[in-house]
T-cell receptor
Framework: QKEVEQDPGPLSVPEGAIVSLNCTYSNSAFQYFMWYRQYSRKGPELLMY????GNKEDGRFTAQVDKSSKYISLFIRDSQPSDSATYLC??????????????FGKGTHLIIQP | NAGVMQNPRHLVRRRGQEARLRCSPM?????VYWYRQLPEEGLKFMVYLQKENIIDESGMPKERFSAEFPKEGPSILRIQQVVRGDSAAYFC?????????????FGPGTRLTVL
């Protein structure tokens, strides 16, 4: 079993729809959770960063973390064609020694249809 | 404020040659991470460096791969005697403090093609 599971899609929705993207993880040591957006042939761009369980909102984006279920989600409201990209979840372990490398899901390819 | 810079953006090598990938972190950042993204795969952590120190190289292949981050200049990821399986996108990320949970910002990547 991979440490982080993410459905690669593609996920295709009409413009204006609410999009739900999800990841599950198996390592309970993960404490920090991030969502990155990656356009084709570009580097990942940080969208959301959360630590605690619960919801965090930033504009049209809401990140949700449920540590008891080892499940994280990203919701996109009023989706736009420009949101079409690959969305990567990423996690890191709480480490007294300092920051460690991130563990990524494979990414979900999202297509917003005009 | 310039972001993370990587060069070259595209690199073509024949089997057996060496590949050198460069990464300049964001201004004020002294922590660098290298990741590899194989086709249809997620990003995989390779190595974490601070100036003149390798902090964590648990994701680095044991042979042919090395990384450095000298006191002056960019971080270098070096691949010796490249093979076709090394073809991938290599991304560098930088962080300001390296503290637990510190945000990592990614560069545009170097796409390595091995012929």
């Amino acid at each position: 079993q991979k440490e982080v599971e993410q459905d690669p899609g593609p996920l295709s929705v009409p413009e204006g729809a609410i999009v739900s993207l999800n990841c599950t993880y198996s390592n309970s040591a993960f404490q920090y959770f991030m969502w990155y957006r990656q356009y084709s042939r570009k580097g990942p761009e940080l969208l959301m960063y959360t630590y605690s369980s619960g919801n965090k909102e930033d504009g049209r984006f809401t990140a949700q973390v449920d540590k008891s279920s080892k499940y994280i989600s990203l919701f996109i409201r009023d989706s736009q064609p420009s949101d079409s990209a690959t969305y990567l979840c990423a996690m890191s372990v709480f480490s007294q020694g300092g920051a460690d490398g991130l563990t990524f899901g494979k990414g979900t390819h999202l297509i917003i249809q005009p | 404020n310039a972001g993370v810079m990587q060069n070259p953006r595209h690199l073509v090598r024949r089997r057996g040659q060496e590949a050198r990938l460069r990464c300049s972190p964001m201004k004020g950042h002294s922590h660098v991470y290298w990741y590899r993204q194989l086709p249809e795969e997620g990003l995989k952590f390779m190595v974490y460096l601070q100036k003149e120190n390798i902090i964590d190289e648990s994701g680095m292949p044991k042979e042919r791969f090395s990384a450095e981050f000298p006191k002056e200049g960019p971080s270098i990821l070096r691949i010796q005697q490249v093979v076709r399986g090394d073809s991938a996108a290599y991304f560098c990320a930088s962080a300001r403090t390296g503290a637990t949970g510190d945000t990592q910002y990614f560069g545009p990547g170097t796409r390595l093609t091995v012929l």
